[in-house]
């Protein structure tokens, strides 16, 4: 919370928390911004299908354990879209939110503002997960990426993926006070964190030490969560747990710092 | 089941709020009974906004006695969003919502929602229910939020700076409407900074100026309060004496520009004026008697407080 101005916290309020015509309506709204749609749900697919279709990405290497580069970029492009959302579109829209006055007109309704902020979630994390299985089956459909072997662990991990991702884009939300600067944020977070997951070298491929030090970042402990999960082994509690301490401290510094004027 | 049918609807006590130790609203105090156009007046920055956003339950008072229909606007706060409907000074909507939109999904907030279809209507949106919210004019913005204040049919209403950015012809039409809003019985709690406004519309007002009430009374009291109630001026066919003008009873002031003379002072000072003239044989051409206006008493209430 801020300090002087704003001692009522809409937290503390009764009312409703969920309510189906704000969440209708982000739904609407975020169908209206071509640009997210593209960014989170096509450009995670887009990038696989480029990359696939280069002949060296679909053949088998030894250093890979047997693995073509291809299926190696799976889990890359399933982080992708959580990741450019929850870094680029998400703070914007939610530091506008707030930068605008709209949480202010919202408390001033029997609904609370934070069902405002808690419905774009919603419907952001949805994109990520369509995100997510549209470039799971572009792979399984187009090159014959096998789906993943440890279904149930595939699936907890990406979820505690977008949850990650969400808490991130609420920190930044939180720490920024225009959209502008949400953006600014953002984007400098936006690149260590593709990289973690590994988009300019899977991890996989990279060496030993920096593939450990990338395991304790959020998206490179879920890249290696889905590795591990996609090969059909439980994904790893190391990597689990990492994502999930992420997740807490994040939301905690988002729910700490978030300033509702 | 209205919890306070017999007490006054709006009700301010010993207000006190200040932000890092500058005191914005220091000691105010008034009362809003059901069914009045009660107008907050105040040049800017005087703490009219912060006091109807302690109304509003948007801010938590220093010190201090706050109930909007018998409910703590704080404590309360889900309760009180059901009886008030509130047009914030500066706010917006998501850009790409449209009108109808909005108003639907505001309707959906409210426990028994007025239609919004007439009240589009009256508000002149009805030709703009496609539209999104960033292409409205900023009149077209205004009256949107208009339409948001009163969709939840709330018990009381309260306008912050209403009709900043309307033409003068959608300024006349919203007074209208206010004037309608108040005949089905809903009380009005209006902020603003402009006087004809304030006349036109308001039952009481209070005049809130550097955190404190400087006043609080009909539109028309507050004129009678003024030291200028009644403005006289002419043009002389000779000139008078200073010192005779000095000298006329209840005087506020006298000003002379190109051969004409212009006194302000009560309804003494116009008969002393005529008397005068009578006896000096001179003849005023073109006499005008005005009543001063809110501008006048304001001016002269929100003067009297300055060191």
């Given at each position: 919370?801020?300090?002087?101005?704003?001692?009522?916290?809409?937290?503390?309020?009764?009312?409703?928390?969920?309510?189906?015509?704000v969440?209708r309506t982000e739904i609407r709204l975020f169908r209206r911004e071509p640009g997210a749609l593209f960014?989170?749900?096509?450009?995670?697919?887009?990038?696989?299908?480029?990359?696939?279709?280069?002949?060296?990405?679909?053949?088998?290497?030894?250093?890979?354990?047997?693995?073509?580069?291809?299926?190696?970029?799976?889990?890359?492009?399933?982080?992708?879209?959580?990741?450019?959302?929850?870094?680029q579109a998400m703070p914007q829209v939610l530091t506008g939110y707030r930068e605008r006055g709209i949480l202010r007109r919202m408390?001033?309704?029997?609904?609370?503002p934070?069902?405002l902020?808690?419905a774009h979630?919603?419907v952001?994390?949805?994109?990520?997960?369509?995100?997510?299985?549209?470039?799971?089956?572009?792979?399984?459909?187009?090159?014959?990426?096998?789906?993943?072997?440890?279904?149930?662990?595939?699936?907890?991990?990406?979820?505690?993926?977008?949850?990650?991702?969400?808490?991130?884009?609420?920190?930044?939300?939180?720490?920024?006070?225009t959209s502008r600067?949400a953006g600014?944020?953002?984007?400098?977070?936006?690149?260590?964190?593709?990289?973690?997951?590994?988009?300019?070298?899977?991890?996989?491929?990279?060496?030993?030490?920096?593939?450990?030090?990338?395991?304790?970042?959020?998206?490179?402990?879920?890249?290696?969560?889905?590795?591990?999960?996609?090969?059909?082994?439980?994904?790893?509690?190391?990597?689990?747990?990492?994502?999930?301490?992420?997740?807490?401290?994040?939301?905690?510094?988002?729910?700490?710092?978030?300033?509702?004027? | 089941?209205?919890?306070?049918?017999?007490?006054?609807?709006?009700?301010?006590?010993?207000?006190?709020?200040?932000?890092?130790?500058?005191?914005?609203?220091?000691?105010?105090?008034?009362?809003?009974?059901?069914?009045?156009?009660?107008?907050?007046?105040?040049?800017?920055?005087?703490?009219?906004?912060?006091?109807?956003?302690?109304?509003?339950?948007?801010?938590?008072?220093?010190?201090?006695?706050?109930?909007?229909?018998?409910?703590?606007?704080?404590?309360?706060?889900?309760?009180?969003?059901?009886?008030?409907?509130?047009q914030l000074q500066q706010s917006e909507l998501q850009a790409k919502l449209t009108v109808r939109e909005a108003l639907e999904l505001y309707?959906?907030?409210?426990?028994?929602?007025?239609?919004w279809?007439?009240?589009a209507?009256?508000l002149g949106l009805d030709s703009r229910l496609g539209t999104r919210f960033a292409k409205l004019s900023g009149g077209q913005k205004q009256r949107l939020f208009i339409a948001l204040a009163?969709i939840?049919?709330?018990?009381?209403?309260?306008?912050?700076?209403?009709?900043t950015g309307l033409d003068?012809?959608a300024?006349?039409?919203?007074?209208?409407?206010?004037?309608?809003?108040?005949?089905?019985?809903?009380?009005?709690?209006?902020?603003?900074?402009?006087?004809?406004?304030?006349?036109?519309?308001?039952?009481?007002?209070?005049?809130?100026?550097?955190?404190?009430?400087?006043?609080?009374?009909?539109?028309?009291?507050?004129?009678?309060?003024?030291?200028?109630?009644?403005?006289?001026?002419?043009?002389?066919?000779?000139?008078?004496?200073?010192?005779?003008?000095?000298?006329?009873?209840?005087?506020?002031?006298?000003?002379?520009?190109?051969?004409?003379?212009?006194?302000?002072?009560?309804?003494?000072?116009?008969?002393?004026?005529?008397?005068?003239?009578?006896?000096?044989?001179?003849?005023?051409?073109?006499?005008?008697?005005?009543?001063?206006?809110?501008?006048?008493?304001?001016?002269?209430?929100?003067?009297?407080?300055?060191?």
């Amino acid at each position: 919370m801020s300090s002087a101005p704003t001692p009522t916290t809409p937290a503390r309020r009764a009312g409703t928390l969920v309510h189906p015509g704000v969440l209708r309506t982000e739904i609407r709204l975020f169908r209206r911004e071509p640009g997210a749609l593209f960014w989170i749900v096509c450009f995670p697919a887009l990038l696989l299908a480029i990359l696939g279709s280069i002949p060296s990405f679909r053949e088998h290497d030894e250093a890979l354990g047997g693995l073509r580069l291809v299926d190696t970029y799976v889990p890359v492009t399933v982080l992708l879209g959580m990741i450019l959302g929850g870094l680029q579109a998400m703070p914007q829209v939610l530091t506008g939110y707030r930068e605008r006055g709209i949480l202010r007109r919202m408390s001033t309704t029997p609904v609370r503002p934070a069902a405002l902020l808690l419905a774009h979630m919603v419907v952001f994390a949805g994109a990520a997960l369509v995100s997510a299985l549209l470039a799971l089956l572009l792979g399984r459909l187009a090159f014959g990426v096998r789906l993943p072997a440890q279904g149930f662990g595939y699936a907890l991990a990406l979820l505690l993926a977008v949850a990650a991702a969400l808490a991130l884009g609420s920190l930044v939300s939180a720490l920024t006070p225009t959209s502008r600067i949400a953006g600014a944020v953002g984007s400098a977070v936006l690149f260590p964190m593709m990289f973690c997951a590994g988009l300019w070298v899977p991890v996989q491929s990279m060496p030993d030490l920096l593939a450990r030090i990338v395991g304790w970042t959020p998206f490179g402990a879920a890249a290696q969560a889905l590795n591990g999960a996609a090969a059909g082994h439980w994904p790893g509690w190391s990597h689990l747990g990492v994502l999930a301490a992420w997740t807490v401290l994040l939301t905690a510094g988002a729910a700490r710092w978030f300033r509702w004027e | 089941m209205s919890p306070t049918s017999a007490g006054p609807i709006v009700e301010v006590s010993g207000l006190y709020k200040s932000y890092g130790g500058r005191t914005v609203v220091d000691g105010v105090s008034f009362t809003v009974e059901e069914g009045e156009i009660f107008g907050v007046l105040g040049p800017n920055g005087a703490g009219k906004t912060t006091t109807v956003e302690c109304v509003e339950g948007l801010r938590t008072p220093d010190a201090g006695r706050v109930r909007v229909a018998g409910l703590d606007p704080v404590a309360e706060h889900d309760r009180v969003t059901r009886v008030l409907g509130v047009q914030l000074q500066q706010s917006e909507l998501q850009a790409k919502l449209t009108v109808r939109e909005a108003l639907e999904l505001y309707a959906s907030f409210a426990p028994h929602p007025a239609d919004w279809r007439p009240l589009a209507e009256r508000l002149g949106l009805d030709s703009r229910l496609g539209t999104r919210f960033a292409k409205l004019s900023g009149g077209q913005k205004q009256r949107l939020f208009i339409a948001l204040a009163l969709i939840g049919d709330p018990r009381v209403v309260v306008l912050d700076e209403l009709t900043t950015g309307l033409d003068p012809r959608a300024r006349r039409d919203t007074w209208q409407l206010i004037e309608d809003v108040r005949a089905s019985g809903v009380t009005v709690l209006l902020v603003t900074h402009f006087m004809e406004e304030a006349q036109r519309l308001c039952d009481r007002i209070a005049v809130i100026d550097k955190g404190r009430l400087a006043a609080l009374d009909t539109p028309q009291g507050l004129i009678r309060r003024s030291a200028g109630a009644t403005v006289l001026s002419f043009t002389p066919s000779a000139p008078l004496d200073e010192d005779a003008l000095a000298a006329l009873p209840g005087l506020a002031s006298v000003t002379h520009k190109d051969g004409r003379l212009t006194l302000s002072g009560t309804d003494e000072t116009v008969d002393a004026v005529l008397t005068l003239l009578a006896r000096r044989r001179v003849t005023a051409h073109q006499l005008r008697v005005t009543d001063a206006t809110l501008d006048d008493a304001f001016l002269d209430l929100t003067e009297t407080s300055t060191p």
